[in-house]
């Protein structure tokens, strides 16, 4: 996969904004996990926009604390984070016995070797986008993978 590419499970989100609504009433809970602070502030931002309710986390272990305490809709998880690195956070998140482990991942990350794809495939994201990415191409993957799960679209 190049650079700016992505790769997902299902099909990207047709170009035109949307606002994300829960089929369920409360707000669509969006977990980012993310170690460049400008970067997560972009993705909290273009989230915001879409009426995500946005938690960022700067290492591993945070994002698994806020795993463990909260219900989230979608984790946008990055591979290279302190404390805890994303692929041992995906393994922990889809074991068995964890709550949360069919909430949808979709991986962010620079690493962008086929086998480092089949390696966070076979761990459990539900998608892969290579670094750098337009928001825009990350956001029709967000709206995607959210309407898979019965996220109502509007706007």
Not at 35 to 44: E, S
Request: glycine residues 10%.
């Amino acid at each position: 996969m190049r650079k700016g590419q992505a790769e997902a499970s299902g099909d990207a989100a047709a170009d035109s904004p949307a606002v994300l609504r829960p089929s369920g009433g409360d707000g669509v809970r969006v977990l980012v996990a993310e170690d460049d602070a400008a970067n997560g502030f972009v993705l909290q931002v273009y989230l915001q926009k879409l009426g995500a309710d946005v938690r960022l986390a700067s290492s591993g272990t945070e994002a698994w604390r806020l795993l463990a305490a909260e219900r989230f809709d979608l984790v946008i998880l990055d591979i290279v984070l302190p404390g805890m690195d994303g692929l041992e956070l995906l393994t922990r998140l889809r074991a068995p016995a964890h709550p949360q482990r069919q909430v949808p991942v979709l991986v962010q990350t620079g690493r962008v070797g086929q086998e480092d794809i089949v390696r966070f495939r076979a761990a459990g994201c539900d998608a892969c986008i290579a670094k750098p990415y337009r928001p825009e191409d990350i956001m029709g993957m967000v709206v995607g993978m959210l309407a898979e799960r019965g996220c109502a679209l509007s706007g």
